[in-house]
């Protein structure tokens, strides 16, 4: 059957990796891109797709089948794109339920496409989980290698590894989440301003950043945009 809806998994496993940003950068090219989804944030103290785009975010229990089973009840409810933003240390889980559903196989079946964002900084960390990624799902998962240029852009340990080379030729894409100004990102965060609210919102005391500062993240977001527009999503 051909998709009808789509599953973003946003991982990486590792805490601090910028799993939320990639969430969120997403989650803000379907609103520009009028494309229906929904978000689902695995987070339980500091879930920033409920923080941020709070009006389509809804809370999902990662250590449940139950709760994750609701994301496929919903990728076939309606013809959708689906954003889950997961938490550190769900991977395991997510695994499990993954085989003992039969998942891969299944979600041909049913019209649902999945793909895994495996979320990269530059550390050693970041390499190790992309390898035991490729060891677990070579085959029937489709994967999209983010490196994220946010948290550092030498990627010289990923280089050397081989696992980028490996990645590709088992047909996962790459994409680079380019660097934004540290303190306008910083800005952003403390203010919990949507990507909308930091481009548009001329207020600077509501978001706290200048006129150049939101030039700045229009032009990021213009590179990020179209890194995603070359995954035809």
Do not use: C
């Not at 695995?42 to 809804?58: C, E, I, M």
Request: without cysteine.
């Amino acid at each position: 059957m051909s998709p009808t809806s789509h599953l973003h998994l946003i991982g990486g496993e590792k805490g601090g990796v910028g799993k939320s940003l990639v969430a969120r950068a997403l989650a803000q090219y379907f609103i520009d891109k009028e494309r229906p989804f929904q978000g689902f944030d695995t987070d339980k103290s500091h879930g920033a797709l409920l923080r941020f785009y709070s009006d389509y975010a809804s809370p999902v229990v990662i250590d449940r089948y139950e709760a994750l089973d609701q994301l496929i009840e919903a990728a076939t409810a309606t013809p959708q794109s689906l954003i889950v933003d997961l938490a550190a240390q769900t991977h395991g889980f997510l695994v499990r339920w993954i085989e003992d559903s039969g998942l891969l196989g299944f979600a041909d079946e049913i019209g649902v496409a999945l793909t895994y964002w495996h979320v990269m900084d530059a550390g050693r960390d970041s390499v190790d989980l992309l390898r035991k990624l490729l060891d677990q799902f070579a085959d029937g998962l489709k994967i999209v290698v983010v490196l994220n240029e946010v948290r550092g852009d030498q990627f010289d340990i990923l280089k050397t590894s081989g696992e980028l080379e490996r990645a590709q030729r088992l047909g996962a894409t790459v994409v680079r989440l380019p660097k934004l100004h540290d303190t306008t990102m910083q800005k952003i965060d403390q203010f919990s301003s949507s990507f909308w609210a930091a481009t548009q919102a001329s207020d600077k005391v509501a978001t706290g950043l200048g006129m150049l500062e939101r030039q700045r993240v229009k032009i990021w977001l213009q590179k990020v945009y179209q890194q995603f527009d070359s995954l035809a999503l």
